[in-house]
């Protein structure tokens, strides 16, 4: 007694090709490991681009705290101007740190008038203090938490950041080292 299936492939040796199910049940398999490789990927890709914002962000805030701190730890306390109104500080050897537009420039007027800028997120702010009991510039920076909300009902929240600087610290460790 001879069986006869059609799945059974041995049984009937002329026979080529697929069923029309089995090619359903391998395009519908393959359609959900590529919808699910493709979510991964693009999750990759949105956390990648989240970190490499972080990075920069923070190679742009340790960029300006050098270059404030260097330029402020040798100014001497009474050359140092604080204009409020116009969020910025201006420094003897014509140096000026301007707030505006959600980033600082950093102007200098040397012999080749020298231009930095440091750019933060939209909706940052930043304001300038001065305490002359210690002799310590401050520059506070509001950076928003998120870059992009994800709702419009979303609260905004803010992130606080300070870069401290204290003047004349560079003359007086050299009176100490002498």
């Given at each position: 007694?001879?069986?006869?299936?059609?799945?059974?492939?041995?049984?009937?040796?002329?026979?080529?090709?697929?069923?029309?199910?089995?090619?359903?049940?391998?395009?519908?398999?393959?359609?959900?490991?590529?919808?699910?490789?493709?979510?991964?990927?693009?999750?990759?890709?949105?956390?990648?681009?989240?970190?490499?914002?972080?990075?920069?962000?923070?190679?742009?805030?340790?960029?300006?705290?050098?270059?404030?701190r260097?330029?402020?730890?040798?100014?001497?306390?009474?050359?140092?101007?604080?204009?409020?109104?116009?969020?910025?500080?201006?420094?003897?050897?014509?140096?000026?740190?301007?707030?505006?537009?959600?980033?600082?420039?950093?102007?200098?007027?040397?012999?080749?008038?020298?231009?930095?800028?440091?750019?933060?997120p939209?909706?940052?702010?930043?304001?300038?203090?001065?305490?002359?009991?210690?002799?310590?510039?401050?520059?506070?920076?509001?950076?928003?938490?998120?870059?992009a909300?994800?709702?419009?009902?979303?609260?905004?929240?803010?992130?606080?950041?300070?870069?401290?600087?204290?003047a004349?610290?560079?003359?007086?460790?050299?009176?100490?080292?002498?």
């Amino acid at each position: 007694m001879k069986r006869s299936s059609c799945n059974n492939r041995e049984a009937n040796p002329t026979r080529r090709g697929y069923t029309l199910i089995e090619m359903i049940v391998v395009i519908s398999l393959l359609g959900t490991v590529m919808s699910v490789l493709v979510s991964i990927l693009t999750f990759c890709m949105r956390t990648e681009r989240t970190f490499s914002a972080e990075a920069r962000k923070m190679q742009v805030i340790h960029s300006l705290a050098t270059d404030l701190r260097n330029d402020i730890h040798r100014q001497k306390w009474d050359q140092i101007k604080i204009d409020a109104r116009n969020h910025s500080l201006h420094l003897a050897g014509g140096i000026t740190y301007r707030w505006k537009d959600h980033r600082i420039w950093r102007e200098g007027n040397g012999k080749e008038k020298q231009q930095q800028t440091y750019w933060f997120p939209k909706n940052s702010e930043a304001t300038w203090s001065k305490d002359d009991a210690s002799k310590m510039i401050t520059l506070q920076i509001e950076l928003p938490a998120r870059i992009a909300a994800k709702s419009k009902n979303e609260r905004k929240t803010f992130r606080g950041l300070t870069i401290t600087a204290h003047a004349e610290k560079f003359a007086v460790m050299k009176k100490g080292e002498s």
